[in-house]
């Protein structure tokens, strides 16, 4: 017992010996951060550096929705170095399967969950390395097929559209809902999220967020969702 406890404080010592030259703590992966949180519950820790392709379920999917993924595709290309290129081709993997790798699905659907305007993402990873593989995302066409889903206003109903679009395309890249119980009442509730001075809230809160403006419109909030992404980047490499 005596031996013991006169060497417990040497083995501290050398620990913090071990630790302290390398500063590794400027080295390892984060999962969540200010308005982003990493998707890990879904098995995604990383976005992986080569890339990814948006193709289409089928004709319709494809003339509907390949507008509104040119914004955060651009963006997520320039500001976060994966390369993200939307094509014009279809892909006719099921729901049930996932897709190749790093091909994202876009299926155009009538309450793909069975419930009134609810969209899903069916995001896959990589068992290998648990990076966001793609996956399927099932946007709801009643978006488009109401013409005031969202607003009597033409123009904020379709930034509404384009934010949520790129709600379900950041699952895809692992981002889970930034949800919290900002006002500490006990029930983590929908739009609880953090708030920007402007008063937006980041694209990934649920049930939805984003910028409610003509130019920001679905672009990832740089403050929230980008950094949380850029983060998941670097995870590839921390990991
Ligand atoms: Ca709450
Ligand atoms: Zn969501």
Same mark, same amino acid.
């Given at each position: 017992?005596?031996?013991?406890?006169?060497?417990?404080?040497? !083995?501290?010592?050398?620990?913090?010996?071990? $630790?302290?030259?390398?500063?590794?703590?400027?080295?390892?992966?984060?999962?969540?951060?200010?308005? &982003?949180?990493?998707? @890990?519950?879904?098995?995604?820790?990383?976005?992986?550096? +080569?890339?990814?392709? !948006?193709?289409?379920?089928?004709?319709?999917?494809?003339?509907?929705?390949?507008?509104?993924?040119?914004?955060?595709?651009?963006?997520? @290309?320039?500001?976060?170095?994966?390369?993200? @290129?939307?094509?014009?081709?279809?892909?006719? @993997?099921?729901?049930?399967?996932?897709?190749?790798?790093?091909? !994202?699905?876009?299926?155009?659907?009538?309450?793909?969950?069975?419930?009134?305007?609810?969209?899903?993402?069916?995001?896959?990873?990589?068992?290998?390395? +648990?990076?966001?593989?793609?996956?399927?995302?099932?946007? +709801?066409?009643?978006? &488009?097929?109401?013409?005031?889903?969202?607003?009597?206003?033409?123009?904020?109903?379709? !930034?509404?559209?384009?934010?949520? =679009?790129?709600?379900?395309?950041?699952?895809?890249?692992?981002?889970?809902?930034?949800?919290?119980?900002?006002?500490?009442?006990?029930? $983590?509730?929908?739009?609880?999220?953090?708030?920007? +001075?402007?008063? &937006?809230?980041? =694209?990934?809160?649920?049930?939805?967020?984003?910028?409610?403006?003509?130019?920001?419109?679905?672009?990832?909030?740089?403050?929230?969702?980008?950094?949380?992404?850029?983060?998941?980047?670097?995870?590839? &490499?921390?990991?």
């Amino acid at each position: 017992m005596r031996a013991a406890r006169l060497t417990l404080p040497a !083995i501290l010592a050398a620990l913090l010996l071990a $630790v302290a030259p390398g500063q590794a703590s400027a080295a390892t992966p984060v999962y969540s951060g200010t308005g &982003w949180r990493a998707w @890990t519950a879904n098995g995604i820790y990383s976005l992986a550096p +080569d890339g990814y392709t !948006i193709v289409f379920a089928d004709d319709t999917a494809r003339t509907k929705l390949a507008p509104y993924f040119k914004t955060p595709a651009n963006q997520v @290309t320039t500001s976060v170095g994966v390369p993200i @290129t939307v094509t014009t081709a279809l892909d006719d @993997t099921p729901i049930s399967s996932c897709p190749s790798r790093h091909a !994202i699905v876009v299926h155009y659907l009538y309450r793909p969950t069975g419930k009134a305007g609810v969209s899903k993402a069916l995001a896959c990873h990589d068992t290998a390395d +648990d990076s966001a593989w793609g996956g399927h995302l099932l946007i +709801d066409s009643e978006y &488009w097929t109401s013409s005031n889903w969202f607003s009597t206003n033409a123009t904020l109903n379709d !930034i509404y559209r384009k934010n949520v =679009v790129s709600h379900e395309l950041g699952h895809i890249f692992g981002l889970d809902h930034p949800n919290y119980d900002r006002d500490k009442d006990g029930t $983590v509730e929908d739009f609880e999220c953090v708030v920007s +001075d402007a008063g &937006w809230l980041p =694209v990934e809160c649920a049930p939805n967020g984003g910028y409610r403006t003509s130019t920001g419109a679905g672009k990832f909030l740089t403050a929230y969702d980008l950094a949380g992404l850029k983060q998941l980047a670097a995870n590839y &490499w921390l990991r």
